[in-house]
């Protein structure tokens, strides 16, 4: 109490100032005045500039729920696309389904052979010979081995090694990874990663006669065992002619943007396993 009033004594006429300044400050505001109007005007130009940089605060630490949000969103867009492309044609068939009262009309029974899972990159690398990317999903949120990954714009590469809560993946940059592609013509190749620049990717086994355009879109095509098929790979930015084999090298833009990966989808082809047990079964009868 004592301190206290050793402050008052010592800082009264600097108190006493500003006192009288609130005062007149309140009183000046409370009439119409031009020097109230002012002061209106200044006080809420100071308290949305205080609002706003408040705002920017709260909206840029709920980035990433927003993120995770959207990416549930795009995962729940992309499987009904999924489940609309896909169609049961078994005509032999019977299927039960309620329908309205002079509904006359054949149904065709939909599946989706693809299933999307979200997850986030928390690892990766873009400069060794086979480079890993590591996710923060794992069996138990149903990822397993060879699984597609893709980004919003294209492949990402395949699941190799999972555990409980994670999942490391072997990217489309490393030279043992393989991607069965198709030009929008309709030329097929292999795109592999030659080890470059982690923006360029390299469509070999294409015939010298197909013609190759700067710009052409080049997809994964319908053979490969992992990857959906019509997902962007990237787009042609020149080609080479071969002349031992006949054939021509096409260099693309990698539709990923493999530095700043944030987030990824993993695709399940729920009917791989059954392919490639009949294709093995058939290997080994030849």
Same mark, same amino acid.
């Given at each position: 109490?004592?301190?206290?009033?050793?402050?008052?004594?010592?800082?009264?006429?600097?108190?006493?100032?500003?006192?009288?300044?609130?005062?007149?400050?309140?009183?000046?505001?409370? *009439?119409?005045?031009?020097?109230?109007?002012?002061?209106?005007?200044?006080?809420?130009?100071?308290?949305?500039?205080?609002?706003?940089?408040?705002?920017?605060?709260?909206?840029? #630490?709920?980035?990433?729920?927003?993120?995770?949000?959207?990416?549930?969103?795009?995962? !729940?867009? !992309?499987?009904?696309?999924?489940?609309? @492309?896909?169609?049961?044609? %078994?005509?032999?068939?019977?299927?039960?389904?309620?329908?309205?009262?002079?509904?006359?009309?054949?149904?065709?029974?939909? #599946?989706?052979?693809?299933?999307?899972?979200?997850?986030?990159?928390? /690892?990766?690398?873009?400069?060794? *010979?086979?480079?890993?990317?590591?996710?923060? !999903?794992?069996?138990?949120? &149903?990822?397993?081995? /060879?699984?597609?990954?893709?980004?919003?714009?294209?492949?990402?590469?395949?699941?190799?090694?999972?555990? +409980?809560?994670?999942?490391?993946?072997?990217?489309? %940059?490393?030279?043992?990874?393989?991607?069965?592609?198709?030009? @929008?013509?309709?030329?097929?190749?292999?795109?592999?990663?030659?080890?470059?620049?982690?923006?360029?990717? *390299?469509?070999?086994?294409?015939?010298?006669?197909?013609?190759? @355009?700067?710009?052409?879109?080049?997809?994964?095509?319908?053979?490969?065992?992992?990857?959906?098929?019509?997902?962007?790979? &990237?787009?042609?930015?020149?080609?080479?002619?071969?002349?031992?084999?006949?054939?021509?090298?096409?260099?693309? +833009?990698?539709?990923?943007?493999?530095?700043?990966?944030?987030?990824?989808?993993?695709?399940?082809? @729920?009917?791989?396993?059954?392919?490639?047990?009949?294709?093995?079964?058939?290997?080994?009868?030849?």
């Amino acid at each position: 109490m004592r301190n206290f009033i050793f402050f008052i004594r010592r800082f009264f006429n600097l108190l006493l100032f500003l006192a009288l300044e609130v005062v007149c400050i309140v009183m000046i505001q409370r *009439t119409e005045t031009m020097q109230g109007n002012d002061i209106v005007s200044s006080a809420n130009a100071v308290s949305g500039l205080v609002y706003k940089k408040q705002n920017d605060v709260v909206y840029y #630490f709920g980035l990433r729920k927003m993120n995770d949000s959207l990416q549930n969103e795009n995962a !729940r867009l !992309r499987q009904l696309v999924e489940q609309y @492309k896909s169609l049961d044609t %078994l005509s032999d068939s019977m299927v039960f389904s309620k329908t309205q009262i002079g509904d006359t009309a054949k149904h065709i029974v939909r #599946f989706s052979e693809y299933v999307y899972r979200n997850a986030r990159v928390i /690892n990766n690398s873009t400069n060794a *010979t086979d480079n890993y990317i590591t996710i923060n !999903r794992g069996t138990a949120h &149903g990822i397993y081995k /060879n699984m597609a990954v893709l980004s919003g714009t294209g492949v990402v590469g395949r699941v190799e090694h999972v555990s +409980r809560n994670f999942a490391s993946i072997l990217s489309v %940059l490393s030279a043992k990874q393989r991607v069965s592609a198709r030009l @929008k013509n309709g030329a097929y190749g292999l795109v592999i990663w030659e080890g470059n620049s982690h923006k360029v990717l *390299t469509m070999i086994d294409v015939p010298q006669q197909v013609n190759v @355009k700067k710009g052409d879109s080049v997809f994964t095509s319908n053979y490969s065992l992992y990857f959906p098929p019509d997902v962007l790979i &990237g787009t042609v930015i020149k080609t080479e002619q071969v002349k031992k084999n006949a054939m021509q090298h096409i260099y693309i +833009r990698s539709s990923t943007d493999f530095y700043n990966l944030q987030y990824v989808y993993v695709v399940e082809n @729920k009917m791989s396993e059954e392919k490639k047990q009949l294709e093995d079964s058939s290997a080994k009868k030849q």
